[in-house]
């Protein structure tokens, strides 16, 4: 088959490789039908996830069909229409009888595996460990692009920004960083029933995507956006700050708008440590939160975006053929300059 | 003044009647500007509520115009519009302090005490007892009427049927009685993050109703709803029942198309006992609630309302001035002939 | 092998049987060290339970040594010690996934198979299915009898009754009905952090037996009952009230004394309806919940019994070997007669 | 009347000060009968607390006697034996509602004034603003000793170690520092069912202490901290890791011992800013959590006491008659030394 190789720093190619097998009695074998690029797999592709090794299929993000299953396999079968999460889930361990895949168990701690500890599944066709307490099946009546960012980056935000966060029925939020995973959380946040969303970014064309995205203000990032947010809650704070950036100044601007008793929820990828100032903070009662998503809300947002309450597809802003994904990786990799959110790549 | 005065069972006029006046030290004195009727009312005035005695003034939903304060109070002034809501709140008995002021012990075990144990709000001035701890400012840039329901209505379905049935985000529920309380419910559910609302009501006209309230789904009452509302849910059935009528038939509905682990919640005010089938419902992990609103959530309907995220003001299809309430009692009491949902009635 | 088999209503026999073997990949045999009797296997013995049919081996409750692994197995290993519950999970429906295994649909709608649907453990062997889901394993420093009873009593009385009825710490709660179940609950209730725990039931003995596992005051059941209840919490009513019986007038005086904003949690297996008085309870915030054990809290329960905080082989008040497993059905059969709580049966 | 005065830093004097009077009509006049010190009024002495001015009356733990009440105070009365807590709450503003009354914004936004920004409870008498919405009566059968530290102690250990932390029965958690707070934490954090208690001190008498309060495994503070906790729970880490130091190095260790998933709730007081490694716990699904206490638990604290389920007395290892209260600071002061946790005073 053809596969997104990794080559070592700064490499890949669209490439032949193996198909891939059944190895344990719990696999199921997927035909990819539709993928994705996440952040994350530029990152590898920058060299700073050393566990990717050379010869790594790349991606952690499909929707496909069903072409073989292992022995102990009896709920899902040939000709399954599924939804691979980014987050494999053993089903056994104590983190993953508790929602908690992201660390389970059963995959060596962490449950992100596909495109880093095995290969990934921006290929023809992908081994799917776990499957039966991992994979989603996909309803008929909705397409692959309604449901591919449910994968990962929809859940992301729900459950690492707005459920970690505490999201309520008419909470102010801010969220600052309007890229695709704060896009996400806006969108869920206002599903949670947030009454207002206030987008942080220094991009206009992405507080511009914000306001489609659920951002009920828009707030432009630098100096003055700390008091411009303290203004907007006549100088109260916002009951929740999502930090959707990953940089140490988003991270401080995120404690110094919370109000008393409100949750800072980090959803970003931070490379470096911060200054936490916690002779302000320790007597403000404010919550902090990490978290890398478990993939426990899927089912949440497939019902909704079946429904059509969420419009995840929305964020697919440029479409490719799989044969054309380098050309997709280029767009992706320079996405401010094309404007792009997400890419759509289709078999 | 001049104040819709309850006489004995079958009898109601707009009369006069001595101005309010001060009485303890946390009272305000509160001129009202917009009022409305409740399903309660006509209970009273069928004689169903022997607690209201004579002589007593109607009404327990306001908006207003504060005209005095007593001694205690320092947080409201003269000038200042507030929301009046049905519950009033000492503040500081065990129930007030955990939001539970529907049981309040300062005012003897209840807290609806307007047009029940003292003078109500159906007036052109009222005395609001507690007033700090009950009544809320209410912003300048909404109307009356985009509040005025979240005197009772509002909190009644959110509380009783949302909270308590624990909607969570891509839930299916079915609301069971398409009234104004079930609207409540409905509007609320979606805010909460419902998916699919299933409104069951006998009267096509309501259905109508409920889907501009949020409902997804309408399915006629009688015999065939129960399989109707299973056969949506592929014979699952749905996370959240809520009761809205107040009878058995439709109680025994609720706990009929629960599903395991969920939640049956009464909003409904029931006259008579029901058959409770524990014999099949003992091994269903199910949840049954009951409940007068407090109140609690006045705050967060009004950050909703005034962000355009619920329209309550939509319950209000029928309008009157105040010395024509007899008119509007009229189209209230006989609300299916005209159609109506609730009354607004302004000074 | 021997084992004990159900024969049609009233005949059951320590009989020779097939031994097991693996059917599916997932399954493991265990050789039985400890095993129990529950109440419901007298009631399969009345002929109660249709679905057992003649020839079914009963017994849902051991710890046991695995013998042997099916394919897909990788997480236990012949020689492990395990305690096997009384329900099973899947792992993999939408109810084990959120730990409502009570309705494992894996397993057809049921999570209680054994000795119901498939054999049981009261036997020299067993068939266990879905096993990494399912048990879990025993620490060396724990001895058979200190985690035989968290199979199912002691889950069942804090998931059902303590989780279900929402204790917190500090709470007044009445559990009603002292029997083993009952004892579970009061068990759990104090670890919960209960500050008084009202116990009642008509026997004296049980009341003994009450006080040593916890409850702070007991109550004689009868007439009496309500009245002395509400005397202790000076009229106001108990937090919880926990039904541990199964008759409708112990749930009439669980509804009867639970205070506004409590809950009224359902132990007991009820076979019969009862009257539910919504004409009073509309308005009184109240919940109630019924439930069949998931096991979800086994984990937590095995944590507590190896630091000794809970000592649930407190429960096992007669002892005896595998062959003289009729011995125990007739003790535990007439368990008043004896002052019997729970058996305990050793290979 | 007689009163610790606080005359700039490094002064305190027992002195002659004004009797306090009813200023607002929601005050009442309380005289003291039992007093303690806190830590705070030491940083107090030490200039470290701007806010608190030359011949301010310090102190804010007491039980006393209602000896007047405000015109607007009703559900108390001359003569009544009440607990003044640490903390006042206005019970009307938005903070208070909700129970975190540390924040009232009645109060100026900070429920902490008595010995602060008005005279305290180190006295003979002392005004209590917003008495009925702050101060709890004191049932006849418990004694001033077994409540006292119910001002604010126990409910700080409590609210801000044990529910912000989330412990729950069965859980592992480490209280880093085993003075007073981190006593009560471990006390509290028993009562809420926690399995092992780890307790982590550089003082083996604070150790010693710790077996008293309910700790189950010891660690002494140190380089070898970390390894030695992370040995106890196999390396896994515990469920709730919690601060009750204050400074960064105990912080770090804490975020470096919690599990995945996990907590760190932050107890002690921080003069300095600390590094939070966000570049390896953004992975890591953690809450960090910091808070000043509200008091909302005193109820349930209380009720424990009566019934005996904690004994919060024993923090009171040192007696002392009001006017000895110099003495008694000097104990306080050097607590180490004289092996001291906390020093009751009375009148």
Redesign the interface.
């Known amino acids: 088959m053809k596969a997104l190789v990794f080559g070592g720093p700064g490499r890949r190619s669209w490439d032949t490789a193996d198909d891939p097998s059944i190895i ?3 696999d199921v074998i997927v035909q990819i039908d539709t993928t994705t690029i996440c952040g994350t797999d530029l990152h590898i592709l920058k060299g700073d996830v050393p566990a990717v090794t050379d010869g790594r299929i790349l991606g952690h993000e499909a929707v496909g069909t069903i072409v073989e299953t ?3 396999v ?2 899902l079968k040939k000709g399954d229409r599924v939804l691979v999460p980014a987050i494999t889930s053993c ?5 993953c ?4 895949a ?2 389970c168990q ?1 995959a060596g701690g ?1 449950g992100w595996i596909f495109g880093h500890l095995i290969n990934g599944l921006q290929a023809e066709y992908a081994r799917v460990p776990f499957a ?2 991992s994979v989603h099946l996909v309803p008929d009546d909705v397409s692959d692009e309604q449901v591919l960012f449910l994968s990962d980056i929809l859940p992301t935000g729900y459950e690492i920004g707005v459920q ?1 966060g505490g999201v ?5 939020i801010a969220v600052v960083g309007a890229g695709p995973v704060g896009l996400a959380a806006m969108m ?1 946040a206002s ?3 947030a ?2 969303i206030i987008a942080v970014d220094l991009a206009p064309s992405r507080l511009r995507h914000a306001r489609s995205f659920g951002a ?1 203000h828009t707030v432009a990032g630098g100096d003055a956006a700390r008091e411009e947010i303290l203004a907007l809650t006549d100088g109260y704070g916002v009951d929740v700050a999502m930090e959707a950036v ?1 940089v ?1 100044a988003t ?1 401080d601007l995120c404690t110094q708008v919370v109000r ?2 409100g949750t800072v929820a ?1 959803i ?12 302000e ?12 998503v ?1 993939g ?2 899927v ?6 975006a ?2 059509g ?1 969420i419009e995840a597809e929305k964020l697919g802003t440029h479409h490719f053929k799989l044969d054309q994904i380098e050309q997709a990786y280029d767009v992706f990799g320079a996405a401010d300059k094309h404007d792009a959110l997400k890419v759509v790549i289709t078999a």
């Open positions: 344990d009695p719990t292992g022995a102990a009896s709920s089903g056994r361990c104590a983190h009888k508790v929602g908690m992201a660390h059963g962490i039966e307490t970690k309520k029925p008419g909470d102010t869920t599903i949670a029933g009454a207002r009920t990953g140490p991270f008393p008793g980090n970003g990828v931070h490379g470096a440590p911060t200054t936490l100032h916690l002779e903070l320790w007597i403000k009662n404010i919550t902090i939160t990490t978290g890398l478990s426990s809300t089912p949440t947002l497939l019902a909704l079946r429904e309450r």
